[in-house]
C-alpha cells in the first residue's frame, strides 16, 4: 500500500528559486492538505482542499501555490523560495468528513540558501 | 488561526502512566485528534474525540470536555518506545489546527 508519497525527500534551494513538491495519494481521500512543521511550532496548515478543483487556504499561505485537478495529487509551489522557507513539508489525507483523520506522507526536508 | 495550546515536555519512568493535556478553541469545532510523532517521522494517528468522554484503545486513551474546551491522552503501562512527541489537533471550520507537540521522555 502506497499511502501519500511525497517527493522528493530532500531538495536544496538557492533563494529566489521555484520548485514544486509532489503529493499523490492512492486511497481516492477527497481532503488534502499541506503543513510545514518547524522547530518548536508545531504543524501549520499551508493550504488544504476538500476535493479535485477546490482549494483554500490555511495559516500561512504566503509565498505558497496549490491546485487540485485530479483526487490523487496535490502538488504544492514555491513561487520564489526564501531562507524563511526552509522547514518540513508534510502532505496529508484523509477521507472527507469531520471523523476522518488524516493520513501523511514521509516529509520533504527543504533547505533554502 | 487557532490557539490549540499543550506542554512542552514531559518526563516519565517506564511502566507508569502519563496523562498529556490539550485546550482548544471550542469556535466551530468538529472533533479533537492526538498523533504520535517520533523524531525525524511523519506523524502517526492515535486516538479522536468528537463526544464528551474517554475513548480507549489499549494503553491510549482520549477524553474530551466540549463545553471546556479541553482533551488529554492517557498513556498507560509506559515503553520506551512511547518516547516521542504528541500532538493535539482539532478539527475547526474544515481546517486542521495542530499544538506545537509534547515531547515524552521515557526513563526506565
Known amino acids: 500500500n502506497a499511502g501519500v508519497t511525497q517527493t522528493p525527500k530532500f531538495q536544496v534551494l538557492k533563494t529566489g528559486q521555484s520548485m514544486t513538491l509532489q503529493c499523490a495519494q492512492d486511497?481516492?481521500?477527497?481532503?488534502m492538505s499541506w503543513y510545514r512543521q518547524d522547530p518548536g511550532m508545531g504543524l501549520r496548515l499551508i493550504h488544504y482542499?476538500?476535493?479535485?478543483?477546490?482549494?483554500d487556504q490555511g495559516e500561512v499561505p504566503n509565498g505558497y501555490n496549490v491546485s487540485r485537478s485530479t483526487t490523487e495529487d496535490f502538488p504544492l509551489r514555491l513561487l520564489s523560495a526564501a531562507p524563511s522557507q526552509t522547514s518540513v513539508y508534510f502532505c496529508?489525507?484523509?477521507?472527507?468528513?469531520?471523523?476522518?483523520?488524516?493520513?501523511f506522507g514521509d516529509g520533504t526536508r527543504l533547505s533554502i540558501l | 488561526g487557532q490557539n490549540i495550546d499543550q506542554p512542552t515536555e514531559m518526563t516519565a519512568t517506564e511502566g507508569a502512566i502519563v496523562q498529556i493535556n490539550c485546550t482548544y478553541q471550542?469556535?466551530?469545532?468538529?472533533?479533537l485528534f492526538w498523533y504520535q510523532q517520533h523524531a525525524g517521522e511523519a506523524p502517526t494517528f492515535l486516538s479522536y474525540?468528537?463526544?464528551?468522554g474517554l475513548e480507549e484503545k489499549g494503553r491510549f486513551s482520549s477524553f474530551l470536555s466540549r463545553s471546556k474546551g479541553y482533551s488529554y491522552l492517557l498513556l498507560k503501562e509506559l515503553q520506551m518506545k512511547d518516547s516521542a512527541s504528541y500532538l493535539c489537533?482539532?478539527?475547526?471550520?474544515?481546517?486542521?489546527?495542530f499544538g506545537s507537540g509534547t515531547k515524552l521522555n521515557v526513563k526506565p
Open positions: 496529508a489525507s484523509s477521507p472527507r468528513g469531520r471523523h476522518q483523520p488524516q493520513h
Open positions: 471550542t469556535s466551530g469545532f468538529n472533533g
Open positions: 489537533a482539532s478539527y475547526n471550520f474544515n481546517k486542521f489546527y
Open positions: 486511497m481516492n481521500h477527497e481532503y
Open positions: 482542499s476538500v476535493g479535485a478543483g477546490i482549494t
Open positions: 474525540n468528537v463526544l464528551d
